[in-house]
């Protein structure tokens, strides 16, 4: 029995369709480990140039590339192997190639896009040139969806599935998904708003006067914006709604401004003039004042208790921190100017007047 198996064996490796399928695997297994090592060896160059494009590309291919070798490898060894065995579901393995062919390419390319994405930002930063992350995120997001959307397509044409029978279907059930999802698409086109208008980007501060919102911009999707407040509580804002409300963007302000109302004593009122003068010499030669803006030091107004004078004028900084420090410095310079005048800063008070004069005698009868 042994000998018989043995002889059958053998009769069945002898055939010649079978032949060439070993040799059809072993070339592919060949070229599998020779793509390999190129694909290494061209790796190892790729780092070394500055461009970020190669190293996106070999860096993305390797893998989906050595999976097709393998699927056109294997679908030709079982279109001789359908030839010669009598299995329906071999029917399925052109097709099937074809998908996984399609999906591969799909694979490569999301990877690309990402890839290229990140070494752009990163190239960038070690330059230290100015990268808007905002939209290389909505070109990435936006090419990614057109890949899946193009392989999803092409997969569907492979089945023998109709694309202009599915895009029709698609128009129809369009109009249905329209009304019943008119807030995701109302988000959707505020997210294509922002990503085109650029109103404000990742890592920038922004608020609201109409709404509850202040704080950092961490992420932007095509739905909605997740805002850090300055408590550290993530906001979640829906991207309709800034089609609807005011956004103010303090981190693109060119300046700060100091606003400030002194107030010196109704007995100080002949210094005052001086006093003014001196504040205003003080704050043209303060080196992080910016002369260039508007600056104006003047007696404004007699106030129920104080004369004021009206400080108003912007720092060279919009850094939080530093415009304080430079705010405080310009308060102890004022009050060090009113100080060596004589004069004393301002607080409410009120007068009486007690009149000691005797009451007429008819009044001090009543």
Known sequence: MTEFVHRVGLGFLAEPWITRIIIILAVTAAANL???????????VTVRTVTVWDDALVGCASRPMLVVIWLIGLSLAVDILRRHVDEPFLEYVVPLRNIGIVICLAWFLLRFIGRVSENIVAARL??????DRTTVDALSKLGRLVVVVSALLLCLQTLGVSIAGVLTLGGIGGIAVGFAAKDLLANFFGGLTIYLD?????????????????????????????????????IYVPNALFTTIVVENPSRMTNRRIREVIGVRYDDLPKVAAIVSDIRAMLQAHPDIDNAQTLIVNFTAFAASSLDILIYTFTRTTV?????????????????????????????????????EPPPPDVARA
């Open 320 to 356: 939080w921190t530093e415009y304080h420090m430079v705010k405080q410095d310009v308060l102890l310079e004022i009050a060090d100017i009113v100080a060596r005048h004589g004069a004393q800063i301002a607080f409410p008070t009120q007068t009486l007047h007690v009149d000691l």
């Open 198 to 234: 650029r109103p404000f980007s990742v890592g920038e501060w922004i608020r609201s006067p109409d709404k509850a919102i202040e704080g950092t911009v961490e992420y932007i999707s095509w739905r909605h914006t997740r805002v850090r407040a300055f408590n550290k509580n993530p």
């Open 126 to 131: 070690v330059r230290g040139d100015e990268i």
């Open 34 to 44: 020779l793509a390999e090592f190129l694909l290494r060896h061209v790796r190892r």
